[in-house]
């Protein structure tokens, strides 16, 4: 019986001894996943925890990839460098650039010469350039109400007369110069008197004329550039054009 058992014993460990072998002998295929082929020039990618690991499946070529990858990331700074500055240099670059730019003025009208000239000398000693400029101004003299000029001097007189007669009084004849022989009927300052005057005269049925004498003035104006590093002249320049009479200060656009 023992006997017996033993042979069973025996040809079952010869059965599953025959399992594990095919039959040539060689040992079953094994369990680890072999990698697909990989499309021509494409190389292999190796984790760097496998790197010196099973280390005959690395290619030389793909450790001449590695090699030169690495070195190019060498190359590249990763840092870029930083001017370092003198507190002195820093200071200058964060301090604000002064405007240069000029300011520029206008000053009059002066009516008189030497007014204008003591203002220039004063502006000039605060670092002001200064410029004159002459402008004729014209200005109402007066409004002027006239009869046109009669055909000789005899005629005149005789319409004179006539004038006086209906009530009209300082009557004047123009003596030589365009309004030759013509019948002064007066010289306003008011343009109402002059109007009233006009209307007076228009009632009686003459062709009068109304006219606005003007005089022509020089006027002399001053021209002011302040440099951008004088600018504290400004203050100095208004209280100047405070203290004329007539004259006035603006500002202007710089040429």
């Not at 006027?219 to 004259?247: C, E, F, Y």
């Amino acid at each position: 019986m023992i006997r017996i058992l033993f042979l069973f014993f025996l040809l079952l460990n010869a059965a599953y001894f025959y399992t594990q072998f095919d039959d040539t002998g060689e040992p079953a295929s094994s369990t680890i996943l072999k990698q697909p082929p990989l499309p021509q020039g494409v190389a292999t990618l190796v984790l760097l925890r496998e790197r010196g690991l099973g280390g005959g499946d690395v290619s030389l070529s793909e450790k001449k990839t590695d090699k030169s990858s690495v070195q190019a990331v060498a190359s590249k700074p990763s840092v870029k460098s930083i001017d370092i500055l003198s507190p002195s240099e820093a200071q200058r670059k964060e301090k604000p650039r002064e405007s240069r730019e000029p300011t520029c003025f206008t000053l009059g009208p002066f009516a008189r010469n030497d007014v204008a000239k003591r203002s220039t000398k004063a502006l000039t000693a605060l670092g002001v350039d200064v410029k004159h400029r002459e402008v004729s101004q014209r200005t109402p003299r007066g409004h002027w109400v006239y009869l046109p000029a009669s055909k000789s001097y005899q005629a005149a007189r005789r319409k004179v007369k006539e004038l006086q007669k209906k009530g009209l009084k300082d009557l004047y004849i123009m003596g030589k110069g365009s309004h030759e022989n013509a019948i002064s009927l007066g010289l306003f300052t008011r343009e109402s008197a002059a109007n009233s005057r006009f209307r007076q005269v228009k009632k009686l049925g003459l062709k009068a004329v109304l006219e606005t004498q003007y005089r022509v003035n020089q006027q002399i104006w001053l021209d002011l550039a302040v440099p951008g590093n004088r600018t504290s002249a400004v203050a100095s320049i208004v209280t100047m054009a405070d203290s004329l009479k007539g004259v006035e200060l603006g500002q202007r656009r710089c040429p």
